[in-house]
């Protein structure tokens, strides 16, 4: 946005980097970090870094945004179409053309992209990809947040997308950010697992940093996403993974240790980990039973942070 005190011209350095490592010159990436580290050192002597303020929130976190969850998909289907911008309410950021005809262009090979955007949060969804990573889902299950769950349950019913009712015993409850329980389930068509949750009286519009903001207000700040319409999803609050048994201890003190983030553990069935992103966002890292496997197939998410610099 226009308030922070970086942007992509200040690194073009990260940019050539950026470039680097879509394009897979992987050999060359070390100098282009060099380059980045200079830049960002210089510039770090002009601009300090902006403190979230989030200790009245009871959060100790320098995690920005929960910003992007990117899985692979074999194909653009009009099942996919359904599911994300019809059924769910995402919309199409208009973007990735030109990324992708970037990448071409720098000698790399990327056959499609789809970003659908919630908010001001995005699901990314390169396409075409060889196997075996033709079609990527995490082991968890992603949040989404909307002001009426009857006026999705009709969405949902119009574009022919199936969605099950979570059982009482079943429902999380996010109140201290303003969630409702979850109450809807739903599988995309490459496996990607949400769970519906309808926010509160108390608070509206988009999931931002610093708590939910209006979408006229985001818009004009220039942290909007660039769409024909505002979304009807108003963003992701969590993304729940699944981690090996005994582990989430251990993450929770790297997080700590590399970010300075002070995540909780929590006893439910089995022990979690919670980290706090932002005013009103997790990463949630939930311990698989004894001798179950936890899969892994190449998906990513995208977390900004407030002290890379340090």
């Known amino acids: 946005g226009p308030s922070a005190p970086f942007s992509p011209t200040d690194f073009p350095a990260t940019i050539r980097l950026g470039k680097m490592l879509h394009c897979g010159q992987l050999a060359n990436c070390c100098q282009g970090l060099g380059l980045w580290r200079r830049a960002a050192a210089r510039r770090v002597q002009e601009a300090k870094l902006p403190e979230l303020t989030l200790r009245a929130k009871g959060r100790t976190t320098t995690l920005v945004s929960l910003e992007h969850l990117n899985v692979n998909v074999p ?19 208009p973007r990735p053309a030109q990324i992708c005809a970037t990448v071409r262009a720098g000698g790399g090979r990327m056959n499609g992209l789809m970003w659908a ?12 990809e060889d196997p075996p990573y033709a079609s990527q889902s995490p082991a968890g299950v992603m949040g989404v947040a909307y002001a009426d769950l009857q006026q999705l349950r009709a969405s949902l019913k119009l574009a022919k997308v199936a969605c099950r009712e979570l059982p009482q015993d079943e429902r999380s409850s996010l109140q201290a950010v303003g969630l409702g ?25 988009w999931i931002s940093p610093h708590g939910w903001i209006k979408a006229s207000d985001a818009t004009s700040q220039g942290v909007g996403l660039p769409s024909e319409c505002a979304s009807v999803c108003l963003g992701i609050p969590y993304i729940r ?15 700590r240790s590399i970010f300075g983030t002070e995540a909780e553990l929590r006893a439910s069935s089995t022990m979690e980990c919670w980290v706090p992103i932002g005013a009103s966002q ?28 340090e």
């Open 181 to 205: 329980p979850a109450e809807l389930e739903l599988t995309s068509p490459t496996g990607v697992r949400l769970w519906a949750h309808q926010v509160t009286d108390k608070v509206g519009g």
């Open 75 to 93: 194909s653009w289907t009009p099942d996919n179409e359904a599911f994300w911008f019809e059924g769910l309410g995402f919309v199409q950021d």
């Open 117 to 128: 955007n919630a908010g001001i949060q995005q699901v990314h969804m390169p396409l075409g």
């Open 282 to 309: 997790y990463l949630i890292y939930e311990e698989a039973s004894p001798g179950q496997d936890v899969p892994y197939d190449g998906y990513h998410v995208a977390i900004y942070i407030n002290s890379f610099i």
């Open 241 to 255: 993974l699944l981690c090996p048994a005994g582990s989430a201890a251990g993450v929770q003190r790297f997080y």
